[in-house]
């Protein structure tokens, strides 16, 4: 049997594309059209040799395979017995898992992050400070003249964003490409700098400097010096002019920015450029969030918490203080005694010194494939891919909330994030004797 699914969210970058057609035979993704070259990678390689089908208990150094009642029996009594267990990754799952998420590290008394704690935290910190003037991605494909990329390489880290929604896009009122300027700022002639009208090559780590000079350039001031940031002063007041004088900007800003020196600072001096300039224009700012429901691991957990990650219940209710609550000083510092990883592999990511810690805890990894965060877990509990062999929610880099669809069966046994998450939250709450108080 043969059928084509229209309207398929892709699950990979934040640019959430709902524009894919899957075409389905004998239960098998035989062709993805529309899709980029990362994405199609992902619909032709998922059920690859690192594929895990089985759960498994680590037992005197050696993984054995189990039921998945036994790894969920023993993923519980690992958390229940804990005092200070973490939650960490869930930018690669369902909001309805994120969740059941956070249910469980209330029910824990432990602390839920995210990975925005180690991507775009400083850029949530800075919305703290200043506030944020955003909007969709349609209505920057609709009527955006000005677009800015701000240490941000799409080309490669969100392949359709420029066709979908900015400089390609045929919008409402924009529809072609001599519409619209493109500007990019970064560090080093990036593949979209080579596309950019104008390319600024900013000082590495001082993005700070530059955005304070354009600031004083928009508000008319003078700037006694030659060069900011190794920009020529003649260029920073130049690029304040098309700012200025454009009928609807947006400065998409990436890790280039939010992670060099300064970090949320840079960001506060961004958001601040941006409230400037509405009020001689209209001009939006929007981050570049990387994996497909990062910004929904933001959104679920402020819903249920009023904190968008490193969220702390050990005080029996909700503390927020990144520095303190964020995974890797928890980490760093020996705190935590278990943890759970739910899509995300920190053994390959994080700080030597934030890994040797979980080397010593009893890790539990929930995750469809193996990765070197499973090598050095106690329990792995395989699920279904997201978006490909499980439904759910996930929300766009601009917060918008998409329905990613079941497209094909997945190997047998296997369940969602959501099932998974939902059974160890019962049968931890069975094992703290709280189960009535939680009901
Ligand atoms: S740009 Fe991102 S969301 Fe869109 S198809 Fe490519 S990987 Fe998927």
Not at 152 to 181: I, W
Request: aromatic share 6%; net charge negative; glycine share 6%.
């Amino acid at each position: 049997m043969e059928e084509t699914i229209h309207n398929v969210v892709c699950t990979v970058c934040g640019c959430c594309c709902d524009d894919l057609e899957v075409k389905i035979k004998d239960g098998r993704i035989v062709e993805v059209k529309n899709a980029c070259a990362v994405s199609l990678s992902k619909f032709q390689n998922y059920n690859n040799e690192e594929r895990i089908v089985k759960p498994m208990i680590k037992k005197n150094g050696e993984f054995k395979e189990c039921s998945f009642e036994e790894a969920i029996k023993e993923a519980s009594i690992i958390l229940a017995e804990s005092e200070y267990p973490l939650i960490y990754g869930l930018s690669l799952t369902t909001t309805e898992a994120i969740s059941k998420a956070v249910e469980l590290a209330e029910a824990l008394g432990g602390v839920i992050d995210n990975t925005t704690s180690v991507c775009h935290g400083p850029s949530l910190i800075g919305v703290h400070d200043i506030g944020v003037v955003t909007c969709t991605l349609g209505e920057v494909k609709n009527r955006a003249d000005l677009i800015i990329y701000w240490g941000s390489n799409p080309v490669f880290s969100h392949p359709r964003h420029l066709t979908r929604y900015t400089v390609f896009s045929k919008g409402k009122f924009r529809k072609e490409r001599k519409e619209r300027k493109l500007i990019v700022v970064d560090v080093r002639r990036t593949a979209t700098a080579k596309m950019a009208d104008i390319f600024i090559q900013v000082a590495p780590n001082q993005d700070y400097e530059l955005l304070s000079a354009l600031r004083m350039a928009i508000k008319g001031e003078e700037i006694y010096l030659d060069e900011v940031a190794g920009v020529p002063v003649n260029k920073i007041e130049e690029l304040a002019d098309l700012m200025v004088s454009c009928e609807f900007g947006i400065l998409f800003f990436g890790l280039g920015l939010t992670m060099s020196l300064g970090k949320s600072r840079n960001i506060d001096a961004a958001l601040s450029l941006v409230r400037d300039l509405n009020e001689k224009t209209k001009f939006l700012i929007m981050p570049m969030r990387g994996h497909y429901n990062v910004t929904g691991a933001n959104e679920a957990i402020a819903w249920q918490t009023g904190y968008p990650f490193a969220v702390d219940f050990s005080q029996g209710y909700p503390r927020y203080n990144p520095g303190e609550t964020t995974i890797i000083d928890i980490l760093n510092r020996g705190e935590c005694d278990a943890a759970l990883i739910i899509g995300s592999d920190p053994a390959a990511h994080f700080p030597v010194s934030a890994i040797k810690h979980l080397t010593k805890i009893p890790v539990i990894i929930i995750d469809p494939h193996k990765n070197a965060t499973t090598l050095i877990s106690k329990v792995v509990i395989p699920t279904a891919i997201t978006g490909i062999e499980a439904e759910g929610t996930v929300y766009r880099m601009d917060g918008v909330p998409l329905e990613c669809k079941k497209l094909v069966e997945p190997p047998s046994g296997l369940k969602s994030d959501e099932e998974i998450l939902t059974e160890i939250l019962m049968s931890v709450k069975k094992l703290k004797g709280e189960e009535k108080l939680y009901e």
